[in-house]
């Protein structure tokens, strides 16, 4: 058997689709859709996130605004243009692209950002939120996986989801969401025991380790559903995931690609925010 190939690419393609209309309808309402971006000092790979982000939001009409601060900026500095951007009425989301410069206290910066602008779904705030099921919100990585389980039809309730990674971005949300599901849900961590035993209990497999090709065939069950959130150089510098995908592949019912996975579906769901954002601020 081969699993169906879960396309991220063209899922995340349609769902820019669908922003793009979003972003449309709310102009003519008057709301121009508006994402500052907020990115501090050179680093190259925070530079390529952030223009592919704007370029993003280019394609669907959303407005970015970019402050792009010196490496030296002050962390009162850039509290200060975090506390005027949630002023600011024009304003929908904020991000600010981490890593963040040593100097300046990452936590303390998330917390600033207003609960009601964060499209990162970061906050505490917001992370509360998800956990007492009120409107928030979400990471956009894990949204975007219940995004592709949901339109590929993929059944949850009643299933074991076995996640493993506990990260605040990916492995901690994506537990709540997965119970949202109705998802009888188990986490694994670098310090679970017999680990790939309690991976074969998995109807739905979700790794997110960054450790490549970590997940081999003896891991998953027939017929599971295998999502894999890491994206990973091998030692060729070929991109590739958590997931031995060659193998996996013959044994899951559903399996998700790296590169065209999850990975698309992260800038898509931020933009999906920026619109929910900029909706619920004008109601
Ligand atoms: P992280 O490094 O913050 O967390 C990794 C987690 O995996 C930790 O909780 C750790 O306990 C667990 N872990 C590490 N080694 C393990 C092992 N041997 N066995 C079991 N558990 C182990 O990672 P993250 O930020 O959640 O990212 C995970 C992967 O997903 C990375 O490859 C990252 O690049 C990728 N990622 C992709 C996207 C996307 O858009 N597709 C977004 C975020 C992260």
Redesign the pocket.
């Known amino acids: 058997m081969s699993a169906i190939l879960i396309d991220g690419k063209e899922t995340a393609a349609r769902i820019r689709e669908e922003v793009k209309a979003k972003a449309n309808e709310l102009l003519e309402r008057g709301i121009p859709v508006t994402l500052a971006v907020v990115m501090v000092g050179d680093n190259p790979a925070s530079a390529v996130y952030v223009r592919n982000k704007q370029k993003a939001c280019d394609e669907v009409g959303i407005l970015s605004v970019t402050h792009h601060l010196e490496e030296a900026t002050s962390e009162e500095a850039l509290l200060k243009l975090v506390h005027d951007l949630n002023e600011d009425d024009n304003i929908n989301g904020i991000l600010v692209q981490l890593p963040l410069p040593e100097h300046i206290n990452e936590k303390k910066i998330l917390l600033a950002i207003d609960p009601d602008k964060d499209v990162d779904g970061f906050h505490p705030m917001n992370v509360g939120r998800l956990c007492t099921g009120e409107e928030g919100f979400v990471s ?2 894990p949204a ?1 996986i219940i995004e592709l389980l949901q339109r590929y039809e993929i059944a949850t309730e009643g299933k074991e989801c076995v996640i ?4 605040n ?3 901690k949300p994506m537990i709540q969401l997965m119970l949202k599901e109705n998802a009888t849900v188990t986490v ?5 025991k017999n ?1 790939q035993e309690v991976c074969a209990r998995a109807d739905i497999l979700i790794a ?4 490549e090709r ?1 997940v081999k065939q003896d891991f998953v069950k027939e017929g599971a559903v295998v999502i894999d ?4 150089r091998d030692e060729n510098n070929k991109l590739c995931g ?1 997931v031995d995908f060659e193998t996996v592949k013959e044994k899951a019912s559903y399996i998700t690609p790296v590169p065209g996975g ?2 698309p ?2 800038i898509a769901m931020l933009l999906k925010n920026c619109c929910i954002a900029g909706e619920r601020q004008h109601r």
Do not use: Y
Request: aromatic share 4%; charged share 15%; proline share 0%.
């Open positions: 956009c990585t975007g493993i990674g506990r990260s971005i990916v492995g694994c961590h670098s310090k679970t680990l997110a380790l960054g450790k970590f959130v890491g994206i990973n958590d999850v990975g579906m992260t």
